[in-house]
């Protein structure tokens, strides 16, 4: 039975009673910062279950692109050693929300095993929770499953928990007698045993009780089903594969494997069970690359992008660690984006987003292989340094400090240190690792200023929240609390009550006065310590009234500007995934008074068109003067909004969901306009890149942006006039000037041509008998030839006066080059032309390399050009000799 339709009747099945089909969420859930990849069918429904949303449809059905490779499910590691681990899967799943129960559920799934698929009754085994009698006697009567085969286990198998508190229940799991047994030692084949040989298939949870802060359960007035079934592993029962990657899932990306590496991969897992074996270490490679590719293919088709941090680390992770395998394949140079088409081939149909993104994908992974196999060329050898040290020292685990200083200067990943100690049959010590860390962050520390978060945390210790008073109004008056004086007249100042913005999200912190009779304080900065705000900036007072009443004043034009920048921040977020792709995600931002910076992932440069079409799609919004809505609301309601969440960040119950109707809608706690046409006009000034796939831009609104406009149109009058042009005409003017200047280009470089071939007669009746060699020998220096025309001047010259060595110099103010080109006689006798110019471009401090007949070299050091060149007929005499 093909896997696709092993899918297609999973979901028919189930449509035909009536359940919604319900597309695959993302595998990287953009919209809930609290996971890393979704990792189970529900995650989608999950407001549904917690009481704070519902759907239109009571019955649900889907297949859900999952990752887990984080927590206690966490697979990376053992991918490729065996058959059935992976990072990237599909679960097929059925839902019912408050409709059918464990009747209904059980007997479809009983139907659907058995009568559909035709899997062997007396060879299923059902497992329910200790006190789920009604389970135990649904499976009897209904499935006729004999109560032998029925067994009882307590919460760590048969009881399902979203978390510590909410809605939670039994399940019951089915499980396949795969009727043998792989494992050695001494155990007993058991359901939920060690030895696989019971392997569970479906799970099926009852949602039906709430359990409280206290831990009791409570019923909850609707029921619900969730079910999981792990669909690569009923592709290998119903295809009769010992393997999943012997399945069709993975079958032609093996294939494409074996294609670009010319290595033959071993199906079936009986060399598993000798790694010592190379067919097993070649087919354990190809099960980590066929693995690993389908993971990143998928996420990143999904929008998550490799990075340092967050789902990108793992990424990166998991993108290194196939490359480091392809290493063991042979493979030195990019080969993992030349899968992505046969991922896309073989799941496009399933979900079209691959296919349509395949492309963007290989451009992602392309750039990310290139980028880490010049780290891992860089760092191999100190690796292998690192390993002949700690064998030279009869240990057999690297320290702590050697991996930490692979990492720290050779930018090793830790993870990358661990897979190829492994491999060298060492361990690696962690905590050694984490402590070598630990120092270098401590220093980091302590060589910042007072203003740091580990010294403000000294200062608000024991002190109560803030209360932000900032969003109503820009003054008020408030409680001083703590005033701690610094070196010279800088200081500190914490109040009960601010108007002030505490640096957050990307947005500076206001600045401004506390004031009070004989006081007054000059705030420069507002950060925030936990919910602590602190202000600070620098007081000629010497006696702040601690304790008394100060009038906190937030400078208002800068705050004013600043929500300029920051609305923008919004529109500009929302143009660029209409522009680029929603795959496109925040990375950062800075908002400040007189400009904006935003980073975001994306792996190219963006073009003319793209920049224009972002600037117009911003100020056709500002001139739309759209009114900014911002309302707070609980987390769940805002997901339900569609409001965008950052991943990375922090957040609490309560959230404030800023929206520009139509068009952005943002989780965010900064400062913002009323109304967009306060933005007034918008400018990119600049396109740069700040890390792999992170693009950064930064911009300009309001005053900054027109007085931008302004000294523009100043340069184009005065351009216009040294051109003698209307303003209009400049693009066209300069069109015509720039070929001109092409065509006087041309012109000066055939007048070097024929110059350097006049000379070429001069140069040849200067050549001299190599004793010996039956050859002519001419060796030079000239003056301002660049390299193309010297050896165009060489080739004649062979040609001319051949059989001959010829080595010409050109002397530059930056660099001189050397040139030695030898007839195909002499290189035939063992003359070549590489060791040749390595010794004579040696000689003025330079290198080269090129083809045994042609090499050439650049030298830094022109004074001893003259030098070289004298030397030149010993070096050919001197290699001749050792030709001979």
Wanted: hydrophobic fraction near 35%.
């Amino acid at each position: 039975m093909k896997s696709a339709n092993i899918r297609r009747q999973f979901i028919e099945f189930f449509e035909e009673r009536q359940h919604r089909f319900v597309p695959s969420s993302p595998v990287a859930p953009l919209d809930d910062p609290t996971l890393l990849f979704t990792n189970a069918g529900m995650n989608q429904f999950k407001d549904v279950f917690l009481g704070t949303g519902s759907r239109e449809y009571s019955r649900a059905v889907n297949s859900q692109k999952c990752m887990r490779v984080s927590g206690k499910h966490n697979d990376l590691e053992e991918v490729g050693k065996d058959g059935r681990h992976h990072t990237f899967f599909e679960m097929l799943g059925n839902w019912s929300f408050g409709d059918y129960y464990k009747k209904e559920s059980i007997a479809w799934g009983w139907e659907l095993l058995t009568k559909v698929w035709g899997l062997e009754k007396d060879r299923l085994w059902v497992s329910i929770y200790n006190d789920d009698n009604e389970a135990g006697d649904i499976w009897r009567e209904v499935a006729g499953v004999p109560r032998e085969r029925i067994l009882k286990f307590g919460e760590k198998d048969n009881f399902w928990e979203m978390g510590d508190t909410g809605p939670c229940g039994p399940c019951s799991e089915i499980h396949w007698d795969y009727g043998k047994c792989d494992a050695s030692g001494d155990h007993t084949c058991e359901v939920n045993g060690v030895c696989g040989r019971y392997t569970e298939i479906w799970n099926h949870v009852f949602i039906q009780y709430n359990r409280d802060p206290a831990g009791k359960l409570h019923e909850l007035p609707a029921k619900h089903v969730d079910t999981g079934l792990g669909y690569e592993r009923m592709c290998s029962l119903l295809q009769d594969k010992q393997s999943s990657y012997d399945t069709d899932l993975f079958t032609p990306i093996l294939g494409r494997i074996g294609e670009i590496t010319g290595r033959q991969f071993t199906p079936g897992l009986e060399s598993a069970r000798s790694p010592s074996n190379p067919a097993e270490r070649d087919s354990m490679a190809f099960r980590v690359i066929a693995d690993h590719i389908r993971a990143l293919t998928f996420t990143i088709a999904d929008g998550a992008i490799p990075s340092n941090e967050g789902r990108g680390y793992v990424l990166r992770r998991i993108l290194r660690r196939a490359c480091r395998y392809g290493r063991n394949l042979g493979m030195s140079s990019p080969f993992l984006h030349q899968l992505v088409p046969t991922v896309a081939g073989l799941m496009g149909k399933a979900f079209p987003e691959v296919e349509a993104k395949a492309q963007y994908v290989q451009g992602i992974i392309e750039s990310e292989e290139e980028r880490f196999l010049r780290t891992l060329d860089a760092g191999i050898d100190k690796f292998t340094d690192t390993v002949s040290r700690t064998r030279k020292r009869g240990e057999k685990t690297i320290r702590g400090e050697d991996a930490f200083k692979l990492y720290d200067t050779y930018g090793f990943p830790l993870d990358l240190t661990q897979l190829m100690a492994e491999e060298e049959s060492l361990d690696v010590d962690l905590e050694g690792f984490e402590a070598a860390m630990s120092r270098q962050k401590e220093r980091a520390r302590s060589s910042q200023s007072f203003a740091s978060d580990l010294a403000l945390e000294k200062v608000v210790e024991g002190l109560p929240a803030t209360e932000f008073t900032g969003y109503d109004s820009l003054e008020g008056q408030a409680t001083l609390l703590e005033f701690v004086q610094l070196d010279g007249d800088r200081a500190v100042a914490i109040l009960d009550t601010s108007p002030f913005y505490a640096e957050a999200g990307g947005q500076v912190g206001d600045r401004g006065t506390l004031e009070a009779e004989g006081f007054s304080f000059n705030v420069s900065k507002t950060h925030k310590v936990g919910e602590v705000y602190v202000h600070i900036g620098a007081s000629s007072s010497t006696n702040p009234p601690k304790g008394g009443i100060v009038t906190a004043r937030v400078d208002g034009r800068a705050r004013a500007a600043t929500a300029k920048n920051h609305t923008a921040t919004h529109l500009l977020h929302a143009a660029l995934r209409e522009v680029l792709g929603e795959q496109v995600q925040q990375a950062g931002s800075l908002v400040g008074p007189d400009r904006l910076r935003f980073d975001f992932t994306h792996a190219r440069a963006l073009t003319e068109e793209e920049l224009q079409r972002i600037e117009h799609r911003v100020n056709e919004k500002v001139r739309e003067a759209i009114p900014v809505s911002k309302q707070e609301m609980g987390f769940e309601e805002a997901k339900q909004t569609g409001a965008m969440a950052l991943f990375g960040e922090k957040y609490g119950d309560r959230v404030r969901v800023v929206s520009v109707p139509g068009f952005s809608t943002e989780l965010c706690g900064g400062t913002h306009l009323d109304n967009t046409h306060e933005v007034v006009y918008f400018k990119v000034i600049s396109d740069s890149s700040v890390a792999a796939n992170v693009r950064r831009l930064e911009c300009l609104t309001a005053q900054g942006a027109l007085k931008l406009l302004e000294d523009h149109e100043d340069v184009l009058v005065q351009t216009a006039s040294l051109l003698k042009a209307a303003p209009g005409q400049v693009g066209e003017r300069v069109g015509q000037l720039l070929e001109e200047n092409r065509k006087l280009a041309r012109n000066l470089e055939d007048m070097k041509k024929k110059l350097a071939r006049s000379g070429v007669d001069d140069l040849a009746s200067d050549a001299s008998e190599l004793e010996g060699l039956d050859a002519r020998f001419l060796a030079r220096a000239l003056d301002g030839v660049d390299m193309n025309n010297l050896r165009q001047m060489a080739d004649e010259l062979v040609t001319k006066i051949g059989p001959a060595v010829v080595i010409l110099a050109s002397v530059g103010e930056k660099k001189s080059n050397f040139v030695c080109k030898i007839s195909k006689p002499l290189v035939d006798r063992g003359l070549d032309a590489r060791s040749i110019i390595k010794k004579v471009a040696g000689i003025a401090g330079g290198g080269g390399g090129g083809r045994p007949d042609m090499a050439t070299a650049g030298a830094k050091e022109a004074d001893k050009v003259p030098a070289a060149i004298a030397a030149a007929r010993d070096i050919v005499m001197e290699s001749a000799g050792g030709a001979s």
